[in-house]
């Protein structure tokens, strides 16, 4: 059973910030795409942010300017940086972890709150 451990998330005011983490295990994270999405209440899970064992950024529009997604290799941990942050961006924020034509797998998901 793969486990992708998150931390990171609270409650901050609009226009502060945040880093989330997600560490994966070290036999998939060299392989995986990694990436972020949220689910506010009422909505449907969305994409936030991905990034490619081989470096490439995929950004949701309305997070582009304001967050980055990164990765560690040594640490096999992705991270999403949230600056500016809206109370739009409240949600439960969940890490993915997708093997190339194999499964997916999902965190148990951190609350991110902004208050305005």
């Known amino acids: 059973q793969v486990q992708l451990v998150e931390s990171g998330g609270g409650l901050v005011q609009a226009g502060g910030s945040l880093r989330l983490s997600c560490a994966a295990p070290?036999?998939?994270?060299?392989?995986?795409?990694m990436g972020w999405y949220r689910q506010a209440p009422g909505k449907q899970r969305e994409l936030v942010a991905t990034h490619t064992s081989g470096g490439s950024t995929n950004y949701a529009d309305s997070v582009k300017g304001r967050f980055t997604i990164s990765r560690d290799t040594a640490k096999n941990t992705v991270y999403l940086q949230m600056n500016s942050l809206k109370p739009e961006d409240t949600a439960v924020y969940y890490c993915n972890s997708a093997v190339p034509g194999g499964p997916s797998y999902w965190g148990q998901g951190t609350q991110v709150t902004v208050s305005s």
């Open positions: 070290r036999s998939i994270f060299r392989i995986t795409v």
